[in-house]
C-alpha cells in the first residue's frame, strides 16, 4: 500500500490550512442568461441568498452578448459554487457548457435551474461538453406546469439540499421540466406533487438540478411561492461543500488497457477526519509514478493539458500538475491512500492527481497515463 509521505502531507496541509482559514464563507455567483441584470429575475434571487447569511458573496455573471457573454474559467474558479438557469438566450451555449464542464472538472459545484434543463428554445439550453456525462436532468424536454402544485414524493429526506424543507409551493405557473428522464448515475431527491423532477443530484456530486424557476412568485409566477429560498441555499452549499473524487480528461492505454483510479468501496470520498483509499489498476510491470498538485489548469509556466507524443507516447496528455510524486508498486494492482485531517478548514482544498504507469509495451516512451482525478475535501 502506498502511504502518504508523513516528510510531505503534513507540511501540505498545515500550508494550505494557513489559506484556507483566511477564506470567508462560501462564494457563490449566478450564471445564466436571464434578461438585463437590473431585472428581478436577477436581483430578487440575489437578494434571497444575501439574506439567507451563508454566502459571503452572491454575484451576478450574466452569459448574454449583451451581459458580457461566455466567462473564462479562471473567472469561475472565484467562486465555489454557481446557480445556472436561463430565459434568455446565452452568447454562446457551446463555449458555456464547455467552462461549465471544465469548472465542475476542477471541483466547483454547479445547480441548474428551469429553464437551462429543460427549454426547447434553440441555443437556451447548456451544450458543449457539458451534454456528455455532466446533465442532471436530460434537458430539452420542454416545459410543463401547474397552479397550486406542491412538494410531493422526498425520495432522501436526509439529503442537505432537503434541510429543514418542509413545504413547496410553485407560482400559478410554476414551470418545471417535462422529462423526468436523469443521467445515468443520477439520484432523484424529491419530486413536485405531480411527480415530476424537484431535485436531483448527479452521478458527480458537486452537481444538482432544481426542477423549477429559480425567481419568486413576486417576479414571475414561473416561479415559486414557498420553499425554492431554501433548496436553492442549501443545493449550493451542497455542492460547494461536497467532498469529491472524480476523473476528468482521459488516460492512454498500456498494452493491458487504461490504467485508472477507483475509490474502494467504504472510502468513496475524500472527507475531513476521514481517508482516501484508492486502487490504481493494470499496471502491466506492477510499477506507477503517482502526482499530486494543486492545479489541472498549468504546470509551472506550461499549460495544461500538455502533450506527451514527443516524449514517445503519443495519445497521451499530462493533465495535472505533478507537485510531489510517490512510487506504487503492485500488479495488477497498487493502493494509494490520502488521510485527511479532522479540520473543517480543510473543506474545499482542491487537489489533482495523475498516474504515469510503466509499461515498455505501452510505446516508445515505455509509460502510459491515468485520466486526471480532482480530489476536493469537503463534509
Not at 46 to 66: E, G, K, M, R, Y
Request: glycine share 14%; with cysteine; net charge negative.
Amino acid at each position: 500500500m502506498i502511504q502518504p509521505r508523513r516528510s510531505f502531507f503534513p507540511a501540505l496541509f498545515l500550508c494550505t490550512g494557513a489559506l484556507v482559514a483566511q477564506t470567508p464563507t462560501v462564494r457563490v455567483a449566478l450564471c445564466g442568461a436571464a434578461g438585463a441584470s437590473t431585472g428581478c429575475q436577477w436581483l430578487n434571487v440575489q437578494t434571497i441568498l444575501q439574506a439567507s447569511n451563508a454566502f459571503a458573496t452572491v454575484d451576478i455573471i450574466d452569459v448574454t452578448a449583451a451581459g458580457g457573454g461566455t466567462p473564462t474559467l479562471n473567472q469561475l474558479l472565484g467562486y465555489d459554487a454557481l446557480l445556472c438557469w436561463t430565459n434568455t438566450t446565452p452568447a454562446d451555449n457551446v463555449a458555456w457548457g464547455n467552462v461549465l464542464a471544465d469548472y465542475v472538472d476542477a471541483g466547483g459545484g454547479v445547480v441548474v435551474a428551469v429553464f437551462a434543463n429543460s427549454s426547447t428554445t434553440t441555443g437556451r439550453n447548456i451544450d458543449g461538453r457539458w451534454q456528455n456525462g455532466y446533465e442532471v436532468v436530460l434537458d430539452r424536454s420542454g416545459n410543463g406546469s401547474g397552479s397550486g402544485d406542491t412538494l410531493g414524493t422526498v425520495h432522501v429526506p436526509t439529503h442537505p439540499a432537503m434541510a429543514g424543507v418542509t413545504a413547496f409551493q410553485g407560482g400559478t405557473t410554476g414551470s418545471r421540466p417535462n422529462g423526468t428522464a436523469l443521467e445515468v448515475g443520477s439520484t432523484l431527491i424529491a419530486e413536485w406533487s405531480n411527480g415530476k423532477v424537484l431535485v436531483a443530484q448527479g452521478s458527480r456530486p458537486n452537481r444538482i438540478d432544481l426542477g423549477f424557476y429559480p425567481p419568486p412568485a413576486s417576479c414571475t409566477q414561473s416561479g415559486w411561492v414557498t420553499g425554492g429560498d431554501l433548496l436553492m441555499v442549501n443545493s449550493l452549499l451542497a455542492v460547494a461543500n461536497t467532498a469529491v473524487y472524480q476523473s476528468y480528461g482521459t488516460g492512454c492505454a498500456t498494452s493491458a488497457g487504461v490504467p485508472s483510479f477507483t475509490a474502494q468501496a467504504g472510502f468513496p470520498k475524500p472527507t475531513v477526519g476521514g481517508v482516501l483509499i484508492a486502487d490504481l489498476g493494470v499496471l502491466p510491470v506492477g510499477v506507477a509514478l503517482v502526482s499530486l498538485g494543486f492545479s489541472n489548469q498549468f504546470s509551472g509556466p506550461t499549460p495544461l493539458p500538455f502533450d506527451l507524443a514527443p516524449f514517445g507516447a503519443p495519445g497521451c496528455s499530462l493533465v495535472a500538475d505533478p507537485a510531489v510524486t510517490q512510487v506504487a508498486i503492485g500488479a495488477p494492482t497498487a493502493t494509494w491512500a490520502l488521510v485527511i485531517p479532522n479540520d473543517n478548514n480543510f473543506i474545499g482544498v482542491t487537489f489533482f492527481q495523475q498516474a504515469v504507469v510503466l509499461d515498455p509495451a505501452a510505446n516508445a516512451g515505455g509509460f502510459a497515463v491515468t485520466s486526471g482525478m480532482t480530489i476536493k475535501v469537503g463534509t
